[in-house]
C-alpha cells in the first residue's frame, strides 16, 4: 500500500538497492557512501539520489544518522520503500526527506538510474522523466 | 491520517519549525504503524540519553533543537552514562564527559525532569488507570501496559520526544484495544528472578505487539521487572494479558527446554569479574532486600548497584546505602548496567548478573562474557 510518511516534491536519479539498509554504520556519515562490504551498494555514495529500498533495519539510533548525512548534505533527496520502518520513518521526519512506501510491483518497475519525479501531493506521487 | 486543520497548520510550519520537525515524526510515525489519528498523552517518557548510544549525531542535535524546544507534557528521562559524583572513579575520557553533560543539559533546558532512571513507574505517581502515556524505555512501557494500567506503545526515542513537544502520540497499535493470538504458557517450576527474566525473553522473541501468559505465581516487584526487560530487550512486544486468552490462540510452552535455549544463549561464562545489579534499576524494595540478604556479609568481587538518584537518597536516610558500601558494593545513580560505558573488555572478561536485559548488552554492545545468577546464589557464592 502506498503510503506518504514525510511529504515533499523533489526530482533526481534512481539508486536502486534490493537489499534493506541499516544506516548505523553502513552509511559514512562524511560522503555518503556504504561501507559495508556486504552490501550491494558497497563504495556508491547515496548523497543527492532518489534512494530506492525495501526497508530500514537496525538499531532505531540509525534516525540519528540519516539526520547526520542530511546536515552533512551528504543524504539521499528523497528515500522511496517498500515496508515503513520506524528507523527511516524519525529519520527522515528528522531530516525532513521525503519518503512513500510503494507496492511490490511499483518496486520492481523503478531502476538505477533512471530520472523520476516524486510529488507526494499528486495522485500519481511518481512520475518517470 | 486524519489531521485537525490545527495539526495540519503546525505540519506546514506554521507554528515554528520544531512543531513542524515534531509532528513530522508523529505523522511518519502515524503512517508507519497505520494510525488513523492523533491523541493527546499525560506523560513522556524519553530514551536516547546515554552519549555512549546516541553518539555526536544524537548530542548535536538535542544542543540545536533545545534552543527552541520545550516539552509540553510532564516528560521524564532514562538514565545517561554515568553517575556525575564518581565518574573520575572510572576510565571515560574528557570527550565522553563533556558531551553527556551537554546532553543532560540539551533535555533539561527543554524542561524534562533529569531522572536518569528506567524505573519511570516505579519512582513517579501513576496517574489513573486507561491514562495515555509515551513511554519509550521498552521495560518501562511493558510494565506501563501490563502492571500499571497505563496505555503505550513501545515508542521509539524520537516518537517519544515529539510526542513531549506536542503532547500527543499517534493512536496505533497497543492503545488500541489488542487481543494476543499467542498464549504462554509458564511450566518452569519454582521460577526466580532470572526465570522470569529468560521468559520475558523467549516471550518477546515470538510475540508480535502483545502476548498471552499463563501459569504466573504471585510475583514480587523484582521479577515483574525482570519479566518486562527481558521482553523489551528481545523483540518489539509491548504488553503481557495475564490469563489463558480465548480458545484460538496459539499455545506455546515455556519449560525447561525453553529456558534452556535462552540461557545457551545468554549465559557465555563460568564465572564473572565483577557483579552488577540493576537492568532495570533496581527500586527501594529491592535495595531493603539486598540490604537484608547480605546481614553482615561483604562481597569478594567488584558489585556494581545502579539505582535511581531518588532512590539512592531513600536509601540513605534509612541507611541502606551505609551498609551497602560497608558490603562492598559501588552505588551508581543516573546511570544503568544496560549499554554502560563504565564496564570495557579491556578490563573485564565476564559479568556475573541476575539481569537477563543486562546480560544482552553486555554480551553484545560491551562484548565481555556473561554468567547468570540469580540473587540469591550471587549472594551465596560472592560474599562472606
Known amino acids: 500500500m502506498n503510503k506518504i510518511l514525510v511529504s515533499g516534491k523533489i526530482e533526481g536519479i534512481v539508486l536502486k538497492s534490493n537489499d534493506p539498509i541499516n544506516f548505523l554504520g553502513t552509511v559514512d556519515k562524511k560522503t555518503g557512501i556504504i561501507s559495508d562490504k556486504d552490501h550491494t551498494l558497497f563504495e556508491k555514495s547515496i548523497k543527492n539520489s532518489i534512494l530506492v529500498f525495501p526497508s530500514g533495519i537496525g538499531s532505531s539510533v540509525g534516525a540519528y544518522t540519516i539526520y547526520s548525512i542530511k546536515s552533512n548534505n551528504t543524504a539521499p533527496l528523497a528515500m522511496i520503500c517498500k515496508k515503513a520502518d520506524l528507523t527511516v520513518a524519525t529519520g527522515c521526519a528528522l531530516a525532513n526527506i521525503p519518503l512513500i512506501t510503494i507496492s511490490d510491483k511499483e518496486f520492481e518497475s523503478i531502476q538505477t538510474g533512471m530520472k523520476i519525479l516524486l510529488d507526494t501531493d499528486s495522485t500519481n506521487p511518481i512520475v518517470h522523466r | 491520517m486524519e489531521l485537525t486543520r490545527e495539526e495540519e497548520s503546525a505540519l506546514k510550519g506554521e507554528q515554528g519549525e520544531i512543531m513542524q520537525m515534531a509532528y513530522r515524526i508523529l505523522v511518519a510515525t502515524g503512517e508507519a504503524t497505520d494510525a488513523e489519528k492523533l491523541i493527546p498523552i499525560e506523560w513522556a517518557h524519553l530514551s536516547g540519553v546515554n552519549y555512549n548510544t546516541i553518539?555526536?549525531?544524537?548530542?548535536?542535535?538535542?544542543?540545536?533543537?533545545?534552543?527552541?524546544?520545550?516539552?509540553?507534557?510532564?516528560?521524564?528521562?532514562?538514565?545517561?552514562?554515568?553517575?556525575?559524583?564518581?565518574?573520575?572513579?572510572?576510565?571515560?575520557?574528557?570527550?565522553?564527559?563533556?558531551?553527556?553533560?551537554?546532553?543532560?543539559?540539551?533535555?533539561?533546558?527543554?524542561?524534562?525532569?533529569?531522572?536518569?532512571?528506567?524505573?519511570?513507574?516505579?519512582?513517579?505517581?501513576?496517574?489513573?488507570?486507561?491514562?495515555?502515556?509515551?513511554?519509550?524505555?521498552?521495560?518501562?512501557?511493558?510494565?506501563?501496559?501490563?502492571?500499571?494500567?497505563?496505555?503505550?506503545?513501545?515508542?521509539?526515542?524520537?516518537?517519544?520526544?515529539?510526542?513531549?513537544?506536542?503532547?500527543?502520540?499517534?493512536?496505533?497499535?497497543?492503545?488500541?484495544?489488542?487481543?494476543?493470538?499467542?498464549?504462554?504458557?509458564?511450566?518452569?517450576?519454582?521460577?526466580?528472578?532470572?526465570?522470569?527474566?529468560?521468559?520475558?525473553?523467549?516471550?518477546?522473541?515470538?510475540?508480535?505487539?502483545?502476548?498471552?501468559?499463563?501459569?504466573?505465581?504471585?510475583?514480587?516487584?523484582?521479577?515483574?521487572?525482570?519479566?518486562?526487560?527481558?521482553?523489551?530487550?528481545?523483540?518489539?512486544?509491548?504488553?503481557?494479558?495475564?490469563?489463558?486468552?480465548?480458545?484460538?490462540?496459539?499455545?506455546i510452552d515455556f519449560d525447561e527446554k525453553e529456558m534452556q535455549t535462552v540461557h545457551d544463549e545468554l549465559n557465555t561464562s563460568e564465572k564473572g569479574d565483577l557483579i552488577t545489579l540493576g537492568s532495570p534499576q533496581l527500586g527501594l524494595d529491592e535495595i531493603s532486600d539486598l540490604t537484608a540478604k547480605l546481614k553482615g556479609r561483604s562481597f569478594q568481587k567488584r558489585c556494581m548497584v545502579f539505582l535511581p538518584r531518588t532512590v539512592k537518597q531513600q536509601a540513605q536516610k534509612i541507611g541502606y546505602i551505609t551498609e551497602l558500601e560497608r558490603a562492598g558494593c559501588e552505588i551508581l545513580s543516573d546511570c544503568c548496567t544496560c549499554l554502560t560505558p563504565l564496564i570495557s573488555k579491556d578490563d573485564v572478561d565476564a559479568v556475573t548478573t541476575n539481569s537477563i536485559k543486562g546480560a544482552f548488552y553486555l554480551k553484545n554492545s560491551n562484548g565481555v562474557g556473561v554468567n547468570l545468577k540469580s540473587l540469591k546464589e550471587i549472594v551465596e557464592d560472592e560474599t562472606r
Open chain 2, 55 to 251: 553518539g555526536d549525531a544524537g548530542e548535536e542535535f538535542l544542543s540545536k533543537i533545545s534552543k527552541d524546544a520545550r516539552v509540553k507534557v510532564k516528560t521524564t528521562l532514562n538514565p545517561m552514562g554515568f553517575d556525575i559524583d564518581n565518574v573520575s572513579n572510572y576510565k571515560l575520557d574528557e570527550n565522553f564527559i563533556s558531551k553527556q553533560l551537554s546532553i543532560k543539559n540539551s533535555y533539561e533546558t527543554m524542561g524534562v525532569i533529569p531522572s536518569f532512571s528506567c524505573i519511570p513507574y516505579e519512582i513517579f505517581d501513576i496517574p489513573k488507570n486507561g491514562t495515555q502515556v509515551a513511554f519509550a524505555e521498552s521495560n518501562a512501557a511493558i510494565h506501563a501496559n501490563s502492571y500499571d494500567n497505563l496505555k503505550t506503545n513501545k515508542e521509539s526515542a524520537f516518537s517519544a520526544l515529539a510526542s513531549a513537544i506536542v503532547g500527543k502520540s499517534p493512536y496505533s497499535s497497543l492503545r488500541k484495544e489488542d487481543t494476543p493470538n499467542i498464549t504462554i504458557q509458564m511450566k518452569v517450576k519454582d521460577p526466580n528472578e532470572l526465570t522470569y527474566g529468560m521468559l520475558g525473553f523467549y516471550a518477546g522473541k515470538i510475540g508480535d505487539t502483545s502476548v498471552n501468559i499463563s501459569g504466573l505465581a504471585q510475583m514480587d516487584q523484582r521479577q515483574c521487572k525482570a519479566m518486562c526487560g527481558g521482553m523489551g530487550t528481545s523483540g518489539t512486544c509491548a504488553k503481557f494479558n495475564f490469563g489463558e486468552g480465548d480458545s484460538n490462540t496459539e499455545k
